[in-house]
């Protein structure tokens, strides 16, 4: 709702002089100077402000119309608050003399000057890791570890144990998973490896949190960060380990909250049903997309995933869920104790793009395409429903340059190039993109 106000402060003075000549025969309100103009001027433009500020106060009466701590005022009636900034937290991976201990509280630091500091009190240690395998495709050698390695990118790994010589000594190796990683070999050694395979280095991993709040602080897996005062024994240099440093999340925006408080206003949760659920997940600050299922995997349990869609990694971790579990189960009513619930992190199912031709092949137009499918994979996918392949490629066909204004004109895909096979408890995720 708004007041009908005019159109500028000049019409309501016109409006008013046309009255003062109606009403007072003879008077000559445009004439400047004159006592009677700069009493109707002043009065005119005076009314005009009381139109805009009345109109605002009608605006910041309503739910859709209020803004700022108004809005914010009217949500707390129903239980309502916005979303706090929060911190990032994760694992780095410190190097150095094995029995060096990094004190918590130790001040590491970007190159941005993100500042994050140890949560624990963490020792550098020689560690021996049991290699289940090595492959090799060309130049590139695969480890698989037989357990979570928790290694960075830029650790130095001693291979030892293969009889194939090439794969074994001192390793820069590229981490590709939880229990993978890979480094280059020389020669052409016999596939897979063979022996008592093992990959021995000096590292520890300590977690951290960011010193500020917000999505800026979120860092991806292998950013460097560097100690901001020496620790005796450990190197300058430590690395985001496997499964980067997140959980930042921004202060909830206006646009995001006034939906939420419509939502409960709309849906109230004094019921325990989906609306309630979901009302509740979306209380703990990244939570994106919450998705429900009634009855399985038997009755009388409910399971529930969610995403976060708006992090480096969407999947979420395990304290994530926990903290979402927690959240749901103070408003299950006492008469629902049969009731299971079950709160759970999607299972991933990457999907890479390949891309054999594109046109136009420009530098803006991939970054349009990567943005359309980032966007795709937040909005579009569900838990446990196959990708249509229709609906993905659409997603790239409708992409528009936001820097030159053009469109995609054609493309082909190497990969994928049929519908994806999404499975219960499974969601689709955007994978690497490979362009020509």
Known sequence: MSINIPSSAKEVVQRAKTDVKRELTGSNPELKNSWLYALVTSYSNRIYDFYLSLNQAVKQTFWDTSTGTFLERQASWFGVVKLPATQSAGNIVATGTAATTVPAGTLYQTSTSLQFETTSTATIAASLVSVSGITRSGTTATATTS??????SFVGVTIAGAAESEYNGLQDIQVTGLNTFTYSVSGSPATPATGT??????????????LA??????LALDAELT??????????????????VGGGT?????????????????????????????????EINGVTRVFIEQITPTYGQV?????????????????EVTTVKDKILTIKPAHTA??????????????????????PSTVTMKTAITASLQ??????TLIGVDLDQDAYRSAIFNTIDTVTGSRVSTFALSTPTTDITIVSGEIGTLGSIIYP
Do not use: C
Request: charged letters at 20%.
């Open 227 to 244: 100690l901001q005062s020496a620790v005796s024994g450990a190197d300058n240099s430590a690395y985001v380990d496997f499964g980067d």
């Open 213 to 218: 709040f917000g999505s800026n602080n979120n």
């Open 303 to 319: 399971t529930i995933y969610f995403m976060r869609d708006n992090e480096l990694n969407p999947i979420p971790s395990a304290s």
């Open 197 to 210: 395979l093992t990959a021995a280095f000096t590292a520890a991993n300590i977690p951290v949190k960011s």
């Open 338 to 359: 049969d009731i299971d619930i079950v709160v759970s992190a999607p299972t991933a199912v990457p999907v890479p793009f390949t891309f054999s031709s594109l046109t």
């Open 375 to 380: 966007q795709f994979f937040r909005e579009s």
């Open 147 to 152: 357990a979570d390695h928790g290694l960075s």
């Open 250 to 282: 921004d202060q909830e925006a206006q646009d995001d909250f006034r939906p939420r408080f419509l939502d409960r206003v709309q849906n109230p949760v004094a019921m325990f049903n989906d609306s309630a659920i979901t009302a509740k997940a979306k």
